[in-house]
């Protein structure tokens, strides 16, 4: 079983949907990381959150530390938010380096 | 400010062969992390450094090295390649070692 687990792998939706992806983990953690990768591979750090709630346009994270589990939310999606989204933990207040979710892959169709 | 550079883009080598990765961070930022990524795996840690001083290192066998210059550009080598090497190889820079990480587009290495 992976340390990070990701769910689902894949998901299809229409323009305008909520869409939700979940990531939850095995290991104390102190910080994780929610990532957005393009065909072509370029990534982009989308939030770094340790607790509750973070928000930036349409996009909005949150976690639970207790529970070990964390929600990437897309509201109004568009087809511009396809991509993989990727989750990754910080274990050992980074000492561990990143532990990485398998990714989810995202299509939004218009 | 200019974003994470990594140089070269794309690199065929051969099996047996070494090679070098290049990255140039945000200026400013000192820590430098790499990562390897590829379709069965994922992404995977491969090691962190700061302030020139490897801070870990992921699990990875000892013919992946790196180094991390005084102006925090970091280089990474891979020596005596094997197929399994090729990957997308990412560099990702942070002002301090915990803080969120600003990726390079990746060094995309075919071994043949």
């Known amino acids: 079983k992976n340390e990070v687990e990701q769910s689902p792998q894949n998901l299809t939706a229409q323009e305008g949907e909520f869409i939700t992806i979940n990531c939850s983990y095995s290991?104390?953690?102190?910080?994780l990381h929610w990532l957005q990768q393009h065909p072509g591979g370029g990534i982009v750090s989308l939030f770094m959150?340790?607790?509750g709630k973070k928000k930036h346009g349409r996009l909005i994270a949150t976690i639970n530390i207790q529970e070990k589990h964390s929600s990437l939310h897309i509201t109004a999606s568009h087809p511009r938010d396809s991509a993989v989204y990727i989750c990754a933990a910080v274990r050992g207040g980074g000492a561990d380096g990143l532990t990485f979710g398998k990714g989810t892959h995202l299509i939004i169709q218009p | 400010k200019a974003g994470v550079t990594q140089t070269p883009r794309y690199l065929i080598k051969t099996r047996g062969q070494q090679v070098t990765l290049s990255c140039s961070p945000i200026?400013?930022?000192?820590?430098v992390s790499w990562y390897q990524q590829t379709p069965g795996q994922g992404l995977q840690f491969l090691f962190e450094y700061f302030s020139e001083t490897q801070r870990n290192k992921g699990n990875f066998p000892g013919r992946f090295s790196g180094r991390q210059f005084s102006n925090s550009r970091s280089e990474m080598n891979v020596s005596t390649l094997e197929l399994g090497d090729s990957a997308l190889y990412l560099c990702?820079?942070?002002?301090?070692?915990?803080?969120?990480?600003?990726f390079g587009p990746g060094t995309r290495l075919t071994v043949l």
């Open positions: 990702a820079s942070s002002l301090w070692r915990t803080d969120t990480q600003y």
């Open positions: 200026s400013g930022h000192r820590s």
């Open positions: 290991v104390g953690i102190s910080a």
């Open positions: 959150l340790s607790s």
